[in-house]
Each structure stands twice: as C-alpha cells, then as structure tokens.
C-alpha cells in the first residue's frame, strides 16, 4: 500500500516536472508568430550581358531558400523571406537595387557577380550593409568592411592554378612563361593583381597581359600577338562567352593543345563547353572552388531533387551550385544571429540588425561545411572570404571533371602593395 | 508663350519673364513645396530613384542643348559624364580638393573634352557626326580603364559630398544637392533657349547654311553647344560620383548614351520640358519593371523555360518606347501642350 501511494506521488511529481518543463523545451526552438520573417535581398543579373551566368544562380538562391523553409523550418525557427531583384547587369540599376534593400529591413543581400558588387560595395559599406558576394575579386574586400566573399576569389584561382601547374604540369627549365588574357573588369583584375603579387615569388614569369570585353567576337590579333611570344601557359579570367572565343581562336591559330590553358572559376562551367563545343575546350584546365554534379557529397542529394524540381534546365550547370551554397550560408548565418543576437535585435531591420548579422552571424561561421558543395565557410579575422579553398578541374570527354582534393588559397593582403587599386 | 485670353503684357519685363501670370507661380511654388518635401513621404529607395532621375535629367539637359536646340547628333553622352565622374574623384579623392572644386572642375573638364570631339562637327553632320561622338565614348572610356590615377578597371572610391563643412551623408541631404542643382541647370536651360545663343542654336539647327548666310559663325556656336552640353554631362558625373561612392568604367556604356537620346525624344526635342518628363519616364519605367514586373513574371510563370518570363521585361521596355515614338512622336512635352491647350479651351473644341 506505502509502495503505491509512493509511486502514485512519484508519478504526480514527474507529470508535474514535465509539464513544467514542456515551455522551457519549445522555448529552445523558437517559433515564429505570423510575421515574423528574416528578410534577405537577393540580386542577379538575370538580364543583360551576364545572363547566362546569372539565371541559373538566381533559381539557386530562390531554390535553397526554398527548400531551407521547407524542410528545415527556416533559419532558427524564423522564415527568411527573400526580396529578389534582377540587376540587368546594370551599374546604376544595383545603385538603386542595394537602397531599396536597405529600405526593405533585408539584413543582409547577396550578389552573384563580382561586378555587381563592385557597384553595390560602395552604398553598402557606406551604410554598413553587410554583403556577400558569390564571385569576388580582392578590391571587394581588400582591405576588409563589410562585404564578404562567399568564396575565394579570382585571384585565389590564379595563385591556385600557378602552383598546380608548376607542381604537376611544367616539366621545362627555368621559370614557366604565362600569358594572361582578363576580362576588362574585377573578374579579370583579380587575376591580373594575384599575378602582380605572387608570379615572381612562385616563380612564374609573366609575358603579356591583354584584356577583351564580355561582348568580344575574335581575339585572332592579340592571340598572335601572344603566339609570337611562345608562352608555356594561356591563363583566361573571364565569363564564357568570351572565353570560348579566347579558346576557339587559340586551336585556330595552332596555339592549343601545346599551350596549357588554365581558367579562373568564372570561366569554367557548363555554359563554356555548351557555347564552345566539349571538342574545342577538351584538355582545359579550371580551378572552381565548388564540387561537380553527381559528387557524393551531403548536400548534394537535396540540391538536385529541387533543381530537378523546380529548375531542372539548370542541372549540371556549377554556378547553381555556387548560388545554391550561397544560400544555404546566408541561411546559417542568419540562424547563428538569432541564436547569438535574438530575433527582436534582428526585426529592427536597421544598422544595429546588421551590426548584429555581422557580428553574431558572420563572424561566428567557424567550419560550416555548407553541405559539403564546396569548402567549409569559416570567418578569419582580417579576411573576408568565408571559404578559402578551391579545386582544379580539367575538361575531359565534355565533363568538367575534378583532378585534385580542396586546396587552400593563402590570404593576400592586396592593400600592401603600391599598386593595388591604381 | 501662349496665355490666358485677357492677359496681356504692357512692360517688356513682363513680356520676357519665363512666369508670366499669378497661376503659374502658384503652381511653380506648389510643385517646388511638393518636391522639397519628398524626403518627408519617401524612403531611401524612393530617394535613390530620385537622385537618380535629378542627375539623369542634368544630363539629358546637356544632350538636349546638343542635340533638341542645335541638331549636333551625340552618341558618346554617357562618355562626357564618365569625364566629369572622373575629374570629381580624382580631385576629391586623390587630391582631397573641396566638393565644389571638384564638381566645377568636371563641368569645365568635360566641356573641354566636348570641344575637342565637336571639333568635328564642323565638318560633318547627321549620322557622320554620330559615328566621331561613338569615337568620343569609347576613347575616354579606354583612357579611363588604362590610366592609372583612375584606378583602372578596378575603380576609384569617391567620398561624400560637402560643402562648407556640412557633409551629404544622408539619402534625404544627397536628394537636397542633387534637385537644387538640377533645378538650377533646367533653369539655365530654359534661359539659355531665349537668348541670342539659343536663338542661334536654333537657327543652326534648322538649316546651317541659311544661319551662316545670316552671319551666324557655325564654328563658335556649333563648339559652344558642344561645351555647354559636355560641360552639364560633367555636372551629373560629378554628383553621380558622389551618389555612389565608387566609379568605375562599366557604370558608363554606349548603352547608357544611347538611352539618354531615347529620353529626350520621348520627352520632346527642343524643349525645356522634354527632357524632365523623358528622364522620369524612362527611369521609373525601368524601376517599376525592375521591382515589380520581373519578380512578378518569374514567380507567377514557373513552367516557362528558365529566363523567359525575366526577358520579357526587356521586351516590354522597348516595346513602350516604341508605342510612344508612334503615338507621340513628338514627344510628351508636345502632349502637354495639347492637354493644356485643351483645358484652356474647353469646352470648345477650337
């Protein structure tokens, strides 16, 4: 009889308990009451000069936002609603693009080109907008505000390729003679500025340096021009469509194969073997700083259910990926600003919002590993590349096929050097 | 002018004022007091796509001295901004000289530039002129991407506006610059059209040879419509400059000049009004497609094939302008008159 009026007591006191301890458990998840949103501003050149590149990151954004709110429950219990502009490509559109955010209580936008943000940085860091950008280029970030570069840049790709290539391609004596051919912009640039910084310490001699624009429809002249000069290596920084042009009148002329061709990550995706042809680009060296479709990675199998849902034109194309894993950090750094700030902090919507963002939610990524769809993201102090590290790629039977593991991109301190900027 | 049955004009004073009857300086005071006090009703955004216009529209003022009163064809405009961006930025940038040196200094510099590419406007006219301004944009902008002091492809960081210590930081402080220098060129423009300048653009315009034989010096006027033109593109790249924060090569491309000839024929030729209602049609025309159409196109038409419902706004873009150049072909001023004359008259028809 005393054994059961002690468990009928017992029983009492453990209801008791868990019914007290029921709002502390779902205080833990945070949920959201009706309206209660995390707000991003999105922007591609959906339109204009780059829209080949920037449709399939657009879906990707909207895509990974998608599926964050579907089957994750948002970023720490909140929705992220998402204001999504297409920029055309067009500098004064971006200018208006990044205020509108702002006006909107985004807490944070993103930009797909590094052109993009080269027009946006400015308003930005101005405001103290934090920014995160899928392509970079050093002067984005260098020295280091509030833009943040979701991967390392082109000129990480330069310094990646130079010591891929003399490590397992250059077989001469001597320094290694490289031609650059750059994209009359920040794409360009960065490669333009790592090979400024780095060649003659990696032991690489430059030769020429020629630019071309994104609309370009020969390069025969410069080609020959370069041609005269007998590089060992043709190093391109560009987007596709000029790219193919590069390559196409490169076999024209009898340059390639016999001169390596390396690509920054701009240049080396599905698009380029569609516009030029998988027997033109065969035997292309790229550095991409994301996985390929199809690899066995985590995120992978997610990505291309709603790609082939939602998108499906899109699959096998690498900058959905890039975009796609875009989202995915934006997603993370908003959960780790409402874990560390609190979701009143962040519906404010105002420079003390992003201060926030940036502080508890940039700056806390330590080794999120993005699904593994390209390096982990991590925030270092003084470098605002959330990813540091990038793989080289050659193009085999039209695939874009992965030859090394990640290899880490050293930081850079551009702003050292007299040059930088001029 | 045409005015009110009754009202006539007994003091030359009154027969050259711009304003001429108590209405319109109410409605002037009216418009003044509403687009001073946007900043009360408008965010930063709206704000932006304010600024945005008020330098557009120094611009296209530029171009329609150049091209509406004088005939003297342009396509290299956007390149005359890119000259005065870059003076501003360098000078406030480089050389940490004042606000007001540097903007000064973007007008007279890119009016020195205009010069030198409306030389040969002597010459040559029509279509032949049109293809040396093409010359004009793509060699500035070639000269600002390889020059150094520019920062290149890369750019150049330009720092706020201010003026006597009072820093434009603010959308709302940028929206007070950029509108009251805005008004002060549409004004200047308006003046300039009554003088004998104008007069003398104007004749040059309709027939050339008719307007030398009246002792007009085709060379002189010719070149000075260039330089006044030039030198308001140089007034809108400075502010432009400031408005942003960073310049570089790509916010300027042929593009953008040829966009600013659709504005003022849009608007109205010739005239003062032209180009304000040419500038604020086609820039928020672009804003509302921008914001609204596209998103709306994208996320309403999934099973299209990816991007067409985004290209569709393109579509629409040009298709609108094309309908207006049918329509009204000479432009909206010219259907502002018809509506003023309209209510003046009704209800008769004549």
């Not at chain 2, 034989?213 to 030198?231: D, E, P, R, S, T």
């Not at chain 2, 504005?263 to 609204?292: A, E, F, N, S």
Request: charged share 15%; net charge positive.
């Amino acid at each position: 009889m005393k054994n059961k009026r002690f468990l009928i007591v017992a029983a009492v006191i453990c209801l008791a308990l868990v019914v007290a301890i029921m709002p502390l458990g779902s205080a833990c998840a945070p949920k959201a009451k009706p309206g209660q949103v995390l707000k991003v501003g999105m922007t591609t050149p959906t339109t204009g000069a780059a829209a080949e590149k920037g449709s399939p990151m657009g879906h990707a954004n909207l895509d990974a936002i998608e599926y964050v709110n579907a089957e994750l429950g948002g970023a720490g219990g909140y929705p992220i609603e998402v204001s999504w502009l297409d920029s055309g490509y067009d500098a004064a559109k971006v200018a208006t693009i990044v205020k509108r955010f702002m006006d909107e209580k985004c807490l944070v936008f993103t930009t797909a080109s590094s052109a993009e943000m080269t027009w946006a940085m400015e308003i930005a860091n101005r405001a103290e907008f934090p920014g995160l950008a899928s392509f970079t280029a050093p002067s984005i970030y260098r020295p280091p505000k509030h833009i943040y570069g979701q991967m390392p840049d082109y000129g990480d790709d330069w310094t990646a390729f130079a010591n891929y290539y003399l490590k397992n391609i250059w077989k001469g004596s001597g320094k290694p003679k490289m031609a650059l051919h750059l994209l009359n912009n920040s794409t360009g640039y960065g490669a333009r500025d790592a090979a400024k910084a780095m060649a003659e310490k990696l032991g690489i001699e430059i030769i020429s340096t020629d630019e071309h624009t994104a609309t370009t429809i020969s390069e025969m002249e410069s080609l020959t021009r370069i041609k005269t000069k007998n590089p060992d290596v043709l190093y391109i920084s560009s987007t596709p469509k000029p790219t193919a042009v590069i390559i196409k009148n490169a076999r024209d002329l009898g340059m390639f194969p016999g001169v390596t061709v390396g690509l920054g990550h701009a240049s080396i995706t599905k698009a380029l073997v569609d516009i030029a042809g998988a027997d033109i680009v065969e035997g292309v060296y790229g550095v991409f700083p994301t996985v390929n479709w199809g690899d066995n990675v985590p995120g992978m199998a997610k990505m291309t259910e709603y790609c082939q849902k939602l998108h499906s034109k899109d699959y096998g194309n690498m900058d959905y990926i890039t975009s796609w894993a875009q989202s995915l950090i934006v997603a993370e750094i908003l959960k780790l600003a409402v874990k560390n700030a609190g979701y009143d902090v962040l519906a404010k919507g105002d420079v003390e919002s992003w201060r926030a963002i940036e502080t508890q939610g940039i700056q806390k990524l330590k080794d999120f590993k993005v699904g593994g769809l390209h390096g982990p993201a991590s925030y270092t102090v003084g470098d605002n590349r959330l990813s540091k590290s990038v793989r080289v790629f050659q193009i085999k039977k039209g695939a874009i096929t992965p030859i090394t593991d990640w290899v880490d991109a050293p930081m850079v301190k551009y702003e050292e050097f007299p040059w930088f900027g001029k | 002018m045409s005015l009110p049955c009754g009202t006539r004009d007994y003091t030359y004073d009154t027969d050259m004022a711009i304003l001429r009857t108590r209405t319109h300086w109410v409605l002037l005071i009216g418009l003044l007091v509403f687009v001073f006090t946007l900043p009360l009703y408008l965010g930063n955004y709206w704000l932006g796509v304010s600024n945005l216009i008020g330098i557009t529209l120094i611009a296209a003022t530029g171009l329609n001295i150049l091209i509406g009163y004088c005939g003297q064809l342009s396509i290299g405009h956007a390149g005359f901004i890119a000259v005065g961006a870059y003076t501003a930025a360098i000078l406030t940038n480089r050389l940490e000289l004042p606000f007001l040196v540097g903007l000064l200094c973007a007008g007279l510099t890119a009016g020195l530039i205009g010069l030198v590419f409306g030389i040969p406007s002597v010459r040559v006219k029509g279509f032949y002129l049109a293809i040396t301004t093409i010359a004009a944009q793509f060699i500035i902008i070639w000269v600002i991407n390889h020059w150094g002091i520019t920062g290149g492809f890369v750019g150049i960081k330009v720092p706020y506006a201010s003026i006597g210590g009072f820093v434009f930081k603010s959308e709302a402080s940028q929206f007070y610059l950029i509108t009251t220098i805005a008004i002060l060129c549409t004004f200047l423009a308006k003046n300039l059209a009554r003088t004998r300048v104008g007069r003398a653009f104007i004749a040059v315009r309709d027939n050339d040879l008719a307007a030398e034989v009246m002792g007009i010096n085709l060379f002189y006027y010719k070149l000075l419509a260039f330089f006044i033109g030039c030198f308001l593109a140089g007034i809108a790249g400075s502010l432009l400059a400031h408005w942003v924060g960073f310049m570089n090569a790509e916010h300027f491309t042929l593009t953008e000049s040829i966009l600013y000839i659709g504005m003022i024929i849009i608007g109205g030729l010739g005239t003062t009004l032209g180009p304000i209602l040419g500038v604020i049609l086609i820039r928020l025309l672009q804003q509302v497609l921008m914001v609204q159409v596209v998103p709306f196109l994208e996320s309403t038409f999934t099973a299209l094939p990816a991007g067409f419902a985004t290209g569709i706004a393109p579509m629409l873009f040009g298709l609108v302008i094309v309908l207006f150049l049918i329509l009204e072909p000479r432009g909206l001023a010219h259907r502002w008159i018809l509506l003023k004359s309209a209510y003046r008259l009704w209800p008769f028809s004549y």
